[in-house]
């Protein structure tokens, strides 16, 4: 799946017009638990992976949710 298919889908889970991998999570008001729950069923959902806590809670830019849908 290339980027912008992959930022479309972050986009829509955080329910925010842009994003770019650089951004850090901490500057986006959207985020929360439940934004990260959201993101744990969309990469199930869409690339068949189950994340683990430690993974979720590393996450500290677009780009590190970005390498785990693959």
């Not at 479309?8 to 439940?34: C, F, G, R, Y």
């Amino acid at each position: 799946m290339e980027l912008e298919k992959k930022l479309e889908l972050i986009k829509d889970v955080l329910d925010v017009e842009s994003l770019a991998p650089e951004d850090n999570l901490s500057d986006i008001e959207e985020w929360d638990s439940l934004s990260a729950l959201s993101i744990v069923i969309m990469v199930k959902d869409e690339f068949n992976r189950v994340l683990t806590g430690d993974e979720v809670r590393n996450f500290k830019t677009i780009q590190d949710i970005l390498d785990v849908m693959s």
